[in-house]
């Protein structure tokens, strides 16, 4: 009894301890600006690429969330949307209202990924908890708008600010590297021998070195070992520097082999929070030199230079984010409440760091069938989806069943409920096709649910590992 | 930390040799400028020119039926006019840079027939052809019409030989050979443009014949020439609407040309010979496939493409001369080629875009 209270004491002693040590605020600023800067990049370059209207406006009809079924691309409006998140983004950037900015940003964000899962991305996913995180993280406290307006800036931030964000990027990597420990990935080289040998038309090395079965291997048990030891390396001072040319050596080469978009620019930044506050200092002093040669950095006579942020609600703060956080380690995992094959069916893989794991081609067409007459007919499913949304449902069993049920609600008369089978051949990681869905399911009577979804059929293989 | 690194060396050296079943090295033996260079010289030009000869007979023995219309002179139309549909079926799949531009597929085989308008097109003799509400009313469809659909039947040649017919005849065939000489000027003005654009991106010339083949297998002939009539895409069977309707008897061996040149584009054939590619290297789609798929050994892709090809070609065979015959007697055998059919689809659309990495869609969206 009384040595289990002295161990509590020691560890509640510890926490107190942690919750009390500071470092410079430098690093928050820097973050923030960084952070700022790259989401009104996204955003500038998702709407001139024309994706507003081609994935959100376009589609007659939208793939939902479980649970988010409510939420819709809002018509015109939807530009609106993708004007709010940008001006907060810039509010952001500024250090203007910064509470209210990035709350504003955060629910506009997450509501566009909402809108259509089709465009699910782990990197939309770890901007959408990222910014959830910011929200309770002081990183208006330096070198913001907000202090010149307050008259107040603080140098120091308690230490587990920073950390937080550093554990959040960890997370990503080190569940990113688990999620290779697969037999596809380390023993078949799969499914980077598909793409790397079909970059045949890259110079220089498209012809030759990518189709070599050493460099297909090299390349899987490169990025497994990347992932799993690139945080360590981050964290440790002295390997820090090579680890940071590493993270820009993988990630531009990334961006060069496969269209991943802003996921390279996103992990490289999120990388320099690593360093010392020394180097964010510097980075900052050189914008205040930009920003003076441009005539556009004002001081502030009254600027109370404070030393230490107490931060407003602590007590309340660090155990919701010590609740995010242990959520975020358990999320990954809930697919062993599964049976069969993960990269099968695929129930319990988003929002895991899963992440270039699987190439899958699925091939998914309807048979609406009249129980009363028993005639039947096959779908057009290209009228009712675009092709980026065809392609995307037809091996995944919950936009299957979700599309199902459209059709379903579409074809049934006012007394006369239809039934809606599936003819499903998918292929996963250079298998050879095979039928995916039950097709004598009636997939309009099966609901969506977090429950196993018995009528995917099982793959005719093992895939070992995590 | 060199421990480490040193375990993680042997772990990989041991995989390594414990899987037996790693491939060879990918080599680009397989040339794909080449297999451009053969589908151009030995299938696109030659379909081309072939159906365009066939188009000029056509012509001509139109003009001595106009001549000298008789029974035996509309034979010989008629014998001619099979010739050059079944002449078409080498052209359709390539429908490619100028032929998709001006509509040439659906200028010259969309079907059924929009016979009212046909009619209403003839008795008005006015009519603009490159209207997309005519491409029903022109093309091989109307002439198959023409020649075989005006009822009572003792009156189609009364009527063929009227001057308002056969002025319409004339002109959707001058239309038909205008649109190929534009698609023939096509190919011959970008041939070095069309063999060299072997990039894996959705508009190189390797990307678009691999997704237009597919589309035509898929929608030209299986849809079309199997699964419309035979009411899959309805709740019951359309045996109206096959290829070639009035005169049904031709519908079979249409449908037989058009996979002979299914075969030849996939296999590397040459058109109408039947032999291989000539050259060092013979590239083909078939062997393209096969080098990639080396790791399936006995179930090699190509090979279970080409099997089940010719399965679906055996039982066609044995189906009746007459499709609208067919369905209505037997609609079960129609449909059982149709699953044959829906069999190869599934490992074009499937393994082989999975293996070639080519992708279906144009959206330029990201990945992770």
Same mark, same amino acid.
């Given at each position: 009894m009384w040595m289990q209270t002295e161990i509590k004491n020691g560890i509640s002693d510890k926490i107190q301890n942690y919750k009390s040590e500071y470092t410079h605020s430098?690093?928050?600023?820097?973050?923030?600006?960084? /952070?700022? %800067? &790259?989401?009104? #990049?996204?955003?500038?370059?998702?709407?001139?690429?024309?994706?507003?209207?081609?994935?959100?406006?376009?589609?007659? /009809?939208?793939?939902?969330?479980?649970?988010?079924?409510?939420?819709?691309?809002?018509?015109?409006?939807?530009?609106?949307?993708?004007?709010i998140c940008f001006v907060s983004s810039l509010l952001i950037t500024i250090g203007y209202k910064y509470k209210i900015a990035i709350i504003t940003f955060f629910l506009s964000f997450t509501y566009i990924e909402l809108m259509d899962k089709t465009t699910y991305l782990n990197h939309y996913y770890f901007i959408s908890i990222l910014s959830f995180l910011l929200i309770f993280l002081p990183l208006n406290s330096y070198f913001s708008l907000d202090n010149i307006l307050n008259n107040k800036s603080y140098s120091l931030v308690p230490k587990w600010t920073i950390n937080s964000i550093k554990l959040l990027i960890c997370i990503v990597y080190i569940y990113a590297g688990l999620a290779k420990l697969n037999s596809d990935w380390l023993l078949e080289a799969m499914p980077l021998k598909i793409w790397l040998s079909s970059k045949y038309d890259l110079p220089i090395i498209g012809e030759v070195l990518l189709q070599k079965n050493w460099v297909h291997y090299l390349m899987s048990w490169g990025g497994m070992i990347y992932d799993l030891s690139i945080p360590f390396l981050l964290i440790y001072s002295r390997t820090r520097l090579i680890a940071f040319v590493l993270?820009? #050596?993988?990630?531009?080469?990334?961006?060069?082999? /496969?269209?991943?978009?802003?996921?390279?620019?996103?992990?490289?930044?999120?990388?320099?929070?690593?360093?010392?506050?020394?180097?964010?200092?510097?980075?900052? @002093?050189?914008?205040?030199?930009?920003?003076?040669?441009?005539?556009?950095?004002?001081? @502030?006579?009254?600027?109370?230079?404070?030393?230490?942020?107490?931060?407003?609600?602590?007590?309340?703060?660090?155990?919701? &984010?010590?609740?995010?956080f242990f959520l975020q380690t358990i999320i990954p995992f809930r697919y062993l409440a599964?049976?069969?094959?993960?990269?099968?069916?695929?129930?319990?893989?988003?929002?895991?760091?899963?992440?270039? %794991?699987?190439?899958?081609?699925?091939?998914?067409?309807?048979?609406?069938?009249n129980p009363n007459d028993g005639s039947s007919f096959m779908v057009d499913s290209s009228k009712f989806l675009t092709p980026f949304q065809l392609k995307q449902m037809s091996f995944q069993p919950?936009?299957?069943?979700?599309?199902?049920?459209?059709?379903?609600?579409?074809?049934?008369?006012?007394?006369?409920?239809?039934?809606?089978?599936?003819?499903?051949?998918?292929? &996963? @990681?250079?298998?050879?096709?095979?039928? #995916?869905?039950?097709?004598?399911?009636? &997939?309009?009577?099966?609901?969506?649910?977090?429950?196993?979804k018995t009528w995917i059929l099982p793959l005719q293989d093992e895939i070992k590992g995590i | 930390m060199k421990k480490i690194f040193i375990t993680l060396i042997l772990i990989v050296s041991i995989s390594f040799s414990c899987n037996d079943s790693i491939t060879e090295d990918l080599g680009p033996s397989y040339d794909r400028s080449n297999l451009?260079? *053969?589908?151009?010289?030995?299938?696109?030009?030659?379909?081309?020119?072939t159906f365009k000869r066939e188009l000029d007979q056509f012509k001509s023995k139109t003009n001595s039926f106009k001549e000298n219309p008789s029974a035996s002179t509309?034979?010989?139309?008629?014998?001619?006019?099979?010739?050059?549909?079944?002449?078409?079926?080498?052209v359709e799949i390539f429908n490619f840079g100028k032929a998709e531009e001006i509509y040439y597929n659906s200028k010259v085989n969309i079907y059924p027939v929009n016979s009212a308008r046909v009619n209403s097109n003839i008795s008005s003799g006015q009519y603009d052809l490159s209207n997309a509400n005519n491409f029903a009313a022109q093309g091989l469809p109307t002439i198959d019409y023409l020649l075989y659909g005006i009822t009572p039947e003792s009156d189609i040649l009364n009527k063929i030989s009227s001057n308002d017919h056969l002025t319409y005849l004339i002109n959707i065939t001058d239309e038909m050979i205008t649109n190929t000489e534009d698609v023939?000027?096509?190919?011959?003005?970008?041939?070095?443009?069309?063999? *060299?654009?072997?990039?894996?991106?959705?508009?190189?010339?390797?990307?678009?014949?691999?997704?237009?083949?597919?589309?035509?297998?898929?929608?030209?002939?299986?849809?079309?020439?199997?699964?419309?009539?035979?009411?899959?895409?309805?709740?019951?069977?359309?045996?109206?609407?096959?290829?070639?309707?009035?005169?049904?008897?031709?519908?079979?061996?249409?449908?037989?040309?058009?996979?002979?040149?299914?075969?030849?584009?996939?296999?590397?054939?040459?058109?109408?010979?039947?032999?291989?590619?000539?050259?060092?290297?013979?590239?083909s789609l078939k062997k393209i496939i096969i080098e990639l798929d080396q790791a399936s050994g006995e179930n090699n892709l190509g090979d279970r493409i080409s099997d089940k090809i010719n399965t679906a070609k055996q039982m066609l065979s044995e189906l009746d001369e007459n499709f609208y015959n067919q369905i209505n007697d037997n609609n079960t055998k129609f449909l059982r080629v149709y699953d044959a059919i829906q069999e190869v689809v599934v490992l074009l659309k499937v393994d082989m875009l999975q293996l070639l990495s080519i992708n279906v869609d144009y959206v330029d969206a990201d990945g992770d």
């Open positions: 430098s690093t928050l600023a820097f973050f923030r600006i960084g /952070f700022g %800067l &790259l989401m009104c #990049f996204s955003i500038i370059r998702f709407w001139s690429k024309g994706w507003i209207e081609q994935l959100y406006l376009l589609p007659d /009809f939208h793939f939902s969330y479980y649970g988010f079924e409510w939420i819709k691309p809002i018509g015109e409006y939807t530009y609106l949307l993708f004007i993270v820009v #050596f993988f990630h531009v080469f990334t961006l060069v082999l /496969f269209p991943i978009g802003m996921f390279p620019h996103i992990m490289i930044f999120c990388s320099t929070i690593f360093f010392s506050s020394g180097v964010h200092k510097k980075v900052l @002093n050189i914008i205040k030199t930009i920003l003076k040669n441009l005539g556009l950095y004002f001081k @502030n006579q009254k600027l109370k230079q404070s030393d230490q942020l107490n931060i407003v609600g602590q007590n309340i703060i660090v155990p919701l &984010l010590i609740i995010f599964y049976p069969g094959e993960l990269f099968w069916h695929e129930q319990g893989y988003r929002f895991s760091w899963r992440v270039m %794991l699987i190439e899958k081609v699925g091939y998914t067409n309807f048979k609406i069938k919950d936009f299957i069943l979700e599309f199902a049920h459209h059709l379903g609600d579409i074809y049934s008369g006012e007394n006369n409920r239809i039934e809606v089978y599936a003819d499903s051949f998918v292929a &996963l @990681n250079g298998r050879a096709s095979q039928r #995916f869905i039950d097709p004598k399911v009636n &997939l309009y009577n099966e609901k969506e649910s977090i429950n196993n | 451009l260079n *053969n589908w151009y010289d030995f299938n696109i030009i030659p379909a081309h020119k509309l034979d010989d139309l008629r014998i001619q006019f099979l010739d050059t549909y079944l002449a078409w079926q080498g023939m000027r096509y190919w011959e003005t970008n041939k070095l443009e069309f063999v *060299n654009s072997i990039d894996n991106t959705s508009t190189s010339s390797m990307n678009m014949m691999v997704n237009d083949f597919i589309y035509y297998f898929e929608k030209g002939f299986r849809a079309n020439k199997f699964g419309i009539p035979a009411g899959v895409f309805s709740s019951t069977p359309i045996p109206e609407n096959i290829e070639c309707y009035h005169s049904k008897i031709n519908s079979k061996k249409l449908a037989m040309e058009s996979l002979r040149r299914i075969i030849e584009f996939y296999e590397g054939l040459e058109y109408g010979t039947g032999y291989p590619y000539p050259g060092n290297s013979g590239a």
